[in-house]
């Protein structure tokens, strides 16, 4: 089974012009997340896919491998299906899975990228994804962490950013020591059909409502299996989120 890792990599971002290029300890970070995929087990082939020229340039300089996309894409779920027709053509090789990888956390576990890879190997699972265990109060109730709930069969029932489930008649300082709670781990890995089908759907209300793509492909009844992890995930979504990583090697 191939499996093509793509790292969807644009310049325009509100908060962080520029971000994939920004320097870590002398290297950018678009670089560090290359280099920790190839770490990895499981991908064939890893490619960035960006919009901006320096970015593309830079990949290049590092000797990765890269690929230059469209500017109007809307997430980077789409940006992995212009890069998946792109490296096909340029091959001539077919991909049976795709795992989108996030360009803003520049030291991902590479055991996360197998996790995933290795999920996606099971038949039933149409899309791949991991969740981590909250143990903090404070990450239980910020809206920019995502969570999920999951039935016995490790598919997601729901993302929030809400804390879900609610705990009744327990106040909310209470609330891990009542139940179990989990963040996503925002790695996805698709089946290529699948990837190219939920593309084209049309947005959902629940996708609407708490602005997660991925409830969209819910609601169209996907379905989105969880492997857990025990490494957290830290991405960089502000300049100032780089002072925690300037101590990593």
């Not at 690929?67 to 049976?96: P, W």
């Not at 109060?137 to 950013?161: C, G, I, M, Q, W």
């Not at 609610?166 to 698709?190: C, N, P, S, T």
């Not at 708490?210 to 991405?235: A, C, H, P």
Request: with cysteine.
């Amino acid at each position: 089974m191939a499996v093509l890792g793509i790292i969807p990599a644009r310049y325009a971002s509100t908060r962080f012009p520029g971000k994939p290029l920004a320097r870590i300890n002398g290297k950018s970070m678009i670089r560090r997340v290359y280099e920790q995929c190839l770490l990895a087990g499981k991908p064939d082939k890893i490619v960035v896919a960006t919009d901006d020229e320096r970015i593309f340039n830079q990949v290049q300089e590092f000797g990765g491998e890269v690929v230059m996309t469209e500017e109007e894409h809307q997430n980077g779920t789409s940006r992995c299906v212009e890069a998946l027709s792109i490296i096909e053509e340029k091959t001539g090789k077919s991909f049976d899975f795709i795992i989108n990888i996030q360009g803003d956390e520049p030291f991902i576990n590479p055991l996360q990228i197998d996790k995933v890879a290795s999920l996606l190997e099971k038949t039933p699972v149409q899309i791949a994804t991991l969740g981590k265990k909250i143990d903090k109060k404070e990450d239980l109730f910020d809206p920019n962490v995502v969570k999920l709930v999951t039935n016995k069969d490790h598919k997601a029932l729901y993302f929030s950013r809400q804390p879900i489930p609610h705990v009744r008649e327990a106040e909310m300082d209470q609330w891990l020591e009542k139940a179990d709670f989990y963040k996503h781990i925002g790695i996805y890995g698709y089946k290529r059909d699948v990837l190219t089908e939920i593309v084209a759907l049309p947005p959902g209300k629940l996708e609407v409502a708490e602005r997660l793509e991925q409830l969209k492909w819910m609601e169209n009844g996907y379905d989105i299996f969880v492997d857990y992890t025990d490494f957290d995930s830290f991405s960089v979504d502000t300049p100032d989120d780089l002072l925690k990583f300037t101590n990593k090697p």
